[in-house]
């Protein structure tokens, strides 16, 4: 089955954001430690943008959880959908 990219980000984004949550962050902040635009993870929490493997491998490292969990909670959601 393939999936939509819009399915995919929208799903990403909420993994995402509780992700984010969960640590304590602000947008900023998760910007700031990736380095990367500080508007760049709202983009991605609203399903605007998917992140490359090497922002989110980035990501991961900086909400202190394996890249492979947020893979796999994007998938629950998409399949929860």
């Given at each position: 089955?393939?999936?939509?990219?819009?399915?995919?980000?929208?799903?990403?984004g909420e993994?995402?954001?509780?992700?984010?949550?969960?640590?304590g962050l602000?947008?900023?902040?998760l910007a700031?430690?990736?380095?990367?635009?500080?508007?760049?993870?709202?983009?991605?929490?609203?399903?605007?943008?998917?992140?490359?493997?090497?922002?989110?491998?980035?990501?991961?490292?900086?909400?202190?959880?394996?890249?492979?969990?947020?893979?796999?909670?994007?998938?629950?959601?998409?399949?929860?959908?």
């Amino acid at each position: 089955m393939r999936l939509k990219r819009s399915r995919v980000a929208l799903a990403f984004g909420e993994t995402l954001k509780l992700a984010r949550r969960r640590r304590g962050l602000s947008q900023e902040q998760l910007a700031a430690v990736c380095n990367i635009d500080r508007t760049y993870p709202s983009l991605l929490e609203r399903g605007q943008r998917t992140p490359s493997l090497s922002v989110l491998l980035d990501l991961a490292a900086a909400l202190h959880v394996p890249p492979e969990r947020l893979v796999v909670e994007t998938a629950a959601l998409i399949e929860d959908s």
